[in-house]
C-alpha cells in the first residue's frame, strides 16, 4: 500500500507531466479543460499536485492532448528507452542486400522508428513505394541516391533527406564502399 507521501508524490509528478505537454502544445487550461470535459479549477487542481483524476478524466486529459493515457503513467525504463550498441542486431531479407538493425524498441504505440542501414556497393535499386507517414535519413557514411517521384538526389556522408513517405521513393548505393544510413519514420514493416 502507497503512503500518503508517496500518493502526493505521485499526483505532483502526474501533475508536472500534464501541465509540460499542455505548456509545449501552446494550450490553455480553458481549452484543454472544455476539450478533456472537466472543469478548468478541477485541471488547475491536478497539474498543481492538489488532485488525482479519476481514469476517465485522465482518458479525456490524454485525449486533448493528443496522447495516450500510458504517457502519463509509463515511467520511463532501460527496456523501453535505451538501445544498447552491444545489443544492435542486423537483419536482412532475401529480395535486399541491404542488411537493417532498429535502433529503437519496438513497444507499441511508439510514433517513430529509427533503423541502421548498411548498404553495399554493387546494388540494384530499391523498390519505388509509397506509405503513409515521413521519412527522415541521415547518411553516416558513404554515398547514395534518393530518388522522389523520380528527382534523383545523390547524399553523402553528413547529408540528410526528409520527404512524405506518400511521395514515390526509392534508394541506392551509388559509391565505391558500403554505405550506412540511419533511417527514421513512423513504424511500418521493411
Known amino acids: 500500500m502507497a503512503s500518503s507521501s508517496e500518493k502526493m508524490g505521485s499526483a505532483v509528478e502526474l501533475g508536472s507531466k500534464?501541465?509540460?505537454?499542455?505548456?509545449r502544445l501552446r494550450r490553455t487550461l480553458d481549452e484543454t479543460a472544455t476539450a478533456a470535459g472537466i472543469s478548468k479549477p478541477f485541471l488547475?487542481?491536478?497539474?498543481?499536485?492538489?488532485?488525482?483524476?479519476?481514469?476517465?478524466?485522465?482518458?479525456?486529459?490524454a485525449s486533448a492532448l493528443g496522447v495516450k493515457v500510458q504517457y502519463f503513467v509509463d515511467t520511463p525504463?532501460?527496456?523501453?528507452?535505451?538501445?544498447?550498441?552491444?545489443?544492435?542486431?542486423?537483419?536482412g531479407f532475401a529480395d535486399s542486400a541491404d542488411l537493417f538493425a532498429r535502433m529503437t524498441n519496438v513497444t507499441g504505440g511508439r510514433?517513430?522508428?529509427a533503423i541502421l542501414v548498411r548498404m553495399p556497393t554493387g546494388q540494384h535499386e530499391s523498390?519505388?513505394?509509397t506509405h503513409a507517414g515521413?521519412?527522415?535519413?541521415?547518411?553516416i557514411s558513404g554515398e547514395m541516391s534518393l530518388t522522389l517521384e523520380g528527382k534523383t538526389f545523390v547524399l553523402h556522408a553528413?547529408?540528410?533527406?526528409?520527404?512524405?513517405?506518400?511521395?514515390?521513393?526509392?534508394?541506392?548505393?551509388?559509391?565505391s564502399e558500403e554505405a550506412v544510413l540511419v533511417w527514421v519514420g513512423t513504424p511500418r514493416l521493411f
Not at 44 to 61: C, D, K, M, N, Y
Not at 77 to 91: A, G, I, M, Q, T
Not at 134 to 139: A, G, H, N
Open 18 to 23: 500534464i501541465r509540460s505537454l499542455r505548456l
Open 111 to 113: 510514433q517513430l522508428e
Open 134 to 139: 515521413e521519412e527522415f535519413l541521415y547518411v
Open 158 to 175: 553528413g547529408d540528410s533527406a526528409h520527404y512524405e513517405s506518400t511521395v514515390p521513393h526509392s534508394w541506392t548505393n551509388t559509391g
Open 44 to 61: 488547475s487542481q491536478v497539474e498543481r499536485g492538489l488532485a488525482t483524476p479519476s481514469i476517465t478524466s485522465l482518458v479525456g486529459i
Open 127 to 129: 523498390e519505388v513505394t
Open 77 to 91: 525504463s532501460e527496456e523501453r528507452s535505451v538501445c544498447r550498441k552491444e545489443d544492435l542486431k542486423f537483419f
